[in-house]
T-cell receptor, first 113, second 114 residues
Framework: GDSVTQMEGPVTLSEEAFLTINCTYT??????LFWYVQYPGEGLQLLLK?????DKGSNKGFEATYRKETTSFHLEKGSVQVSDSAVYFC????????????FGKGTHLIIQP | KAGVTQTPRYLIKTRGQQVTLSCSPI?????VSWYQQTPGQGLQFLFE???????NKGNFPGRFSGRQFSNSRSEMNVSTLELGDSALYLC?????????????FGAGSRLTVL
């Protein structure tokens, strides 16, 4: 079946540091890929998405590129802020979508001032 | 534009009881799906409804059920509660039911089973 693997953390960085959160996946066919973010006490918010190979999703300074050859969708940000502290989830959904989203375990990111 | 609304936000039940959670999707969204979030298992897909029909169901026992009404609002029910059912239950809605469609999540209903 489909699966998503990501580093769980916690990942602790200083403000203005460069961020990379690795995400690799296993899926049949050509899934759509997503990054969601969850702040304490809240639900999930879509951060960005990519629906086909070589697509780059971007939002709020975050970027991720759909790499089919390495089955990866790594999240990056050039300069993190304290407000970026949250849990980040990589997810995929197969073409038909019938099985719902498959999530990674989540990466807890802590940004220190 | 109102988001996805889930009620209640918090509830406490005892083993053996049943619980019903409600979800109101974004206006115009016809697909509603449910997820369970626990520290141990992470986020797991429960089921999805589209136009009042269940499209698919995740790997959960029959104690977990749901339905969708003609106005797209959805409910999920868990019967004969077990301690392990303690979790955050998230509802998400989308315009259609397909892989590329973005799911918008509600804030969740946190269930504690004692």
């Amino acid at each position: 079946g489909d699966s998503v693997t990501q580093m769980e953390g916690p990942v602790t960085l200083s403000e203005e540091a460069f961020l990379t959160i690795n995400c690799t996946y296993t899926a049949t066919g050509y899934p759509s890929l997503f990054w969601y973010v969850q702040y304490p006490g809240e639900g999930l918010q879509l951060l960005l998405k990519a629906t086909k190979a070589d697509d780059k999703g971007s939002n709020k300074g975050f970027e991720a590129t759909y790499r089919k050859e390495t089955t990866s969708f790594h999240l990056e940000k050039g300069s993190v802020q304290v407000s970026d502290s949250a849990v980040y989830f990589c997810a995929l959904r197969s073409g038909g979508g019938a099985d719902g989203l498959t999530f990674g375990k989540g990466t807890h990111l802590i940004i220190q001032p | 534009k109102a988001g996805v609304t889930q009620t209640p936000r918090y509830l406490i039940k005892t083993r053996g009881q049943q619980v019903t959670l409600s979800c109101s999707p974004i206006s115009g969204h016809r697909s509603v799906s449910w997820y369970q979030q626990t520290p141990g298992q992470g986020l797991q897909f429960l089921f999805e409804y589209f136009s009042e029909t269940q499209r698919n169901k995740g790997n959960f026992p029959g104690r977990f059920s749901g339905r969708q009404f003609s106005n797209s609002r959805s409910e999920m029910n868990v019967s004969t509660l077990e301690l392990g059912d303690s979790a955050l239950y998230l509802c998400a809605s989308s315009l259609k039911s397909s892989g590329a469609n973005v799911l918008t999540f509600g804030a969740g209903s946190r269930l504690t089973v004692l």
